[in-house]
């Protein structure tokens, strides 16, 4: 059997903080059950914008220690680091991956050595996006299949999982709790294949992260 993490982003300003803070308990709950990684989108020009949360929200939530949190770092602060990695702006405290989203056209060998030194200045995982196949030979990062970018737009085929001796490899778009079963059956990974599906829109209702919807992926894809 393949072993998949879903990965969920639940913050968006759109709501109250207290709103936000009132989900932490089900998160809890469903992490407690399933293995998930939760995510927040970074980038400090977006700040209190449509899913990008403010400082103190974001804060207040990676100081819960006990769920597994990633960082999405956007707009320039994701160029810098792909540029300067040494000296780009840390990461917010509390994650264990950080997913540099510095381009939508992919990565230049010289960026994804960038990203997995910044990786290991921080002592954290390091997470890029390709458009294609898994660039198998770029090793150091994990990679995640998205040409979505977080609009749902689902794509009509996914790259072979990684081998066990490869990279940490995702898929994403377009996946949710009525779509999550057939892309897994398209996905075709063997057993013992190892993954991750990240999910954004997939999990929303009105905008809004739906706790509701999270478990219905995780019943899903672990009964």
Same mark, same amino acid.
């Given at each position: ?6 990965? =969920? #982003?639940?913050?968006?300003? #759109? ?20 293995? $998930?990684?939760? %995510?927040?989108?970074? /980038? ?9 949360p403010r400082a103190e929200i974001r804060n207040t939530l990676?100081?819960?220690? /006990?769920?597994?949190?990633?960082? &999405?770092?956007? %707009? ?25 989203? &510095?381009? !939508?056209? %992919? =990565? ?9 030194? *910044?990786? #290991? ?5 390091? +997470?890029?996006?390709?458009? %294609? ?7 150091? +990062?994990?990679?995640? *299949?998205?040409? =979505? !970018? ?11 999982? =990684? ?7 995702? *898929?994403?778009?377009? $996946? ?6 057939? $892309? ?12 991750? $599906? ?15 919807k999270c478990e219905a992926v995780c019943r899903a894809v672990?009964?």
């Open positions: 059997m393949s072993r998949i993490t879903p990965c =969920s #982003r639940p913050v968006s300003s #759109r709501s109250p903080a207290s709103t936000e803070f009132e989900l932490l308990p089900g998160a809890r709950a469903l992490s407690a059950r399933y293995p $998930i990684e939760w %995510g927040v989108l970074v /980038d400090p020009a977006q700040e209190d914008t449509a899913l990008f990676l100081a819960a220690r /006990d769920l597994r949190w990633a960082a &999405h770092v956007c %707009g320039e602060a994701a160029k810098a680091i792909a540029t300067d990695p040494l000296n780009a702006p840390l990461a917010p405290a509390g994650v264990q991956r950080v997913q540099v989203n &510095h381009s !939508f056209k %992919g =990565s230049t060998p010289t960026q994804v050595a960038a990203a997995r030194d *910044y990786g #290991r200045r921080l002592g954290v995982r390091t +997470v890029l996006q390709c458009s %294609g196949a898994f660039p198998l030979n770029q090793t150091g +990062v994990d990679w995640l *299949y998205d040409v =979505s !970018f977080g609009t749902g737009a689902r794509p009509d085929r996914w790259p072979a999982p =990684s081998p066990t001796d490869g990279p940490f490899c995702g *898929y994403s778009g377009g $996946i949710g709790p009525d779509t999550v079963t057939d $892309i897994l059956a398209r996905i075709a990974a063997p057993d013992g294949a190892l993954y991750w $599906i990240d999910m954004e829109s997939g999990v929303r209702t009105d905008g809004a992260f739906d706790l509701a672990y009964g």
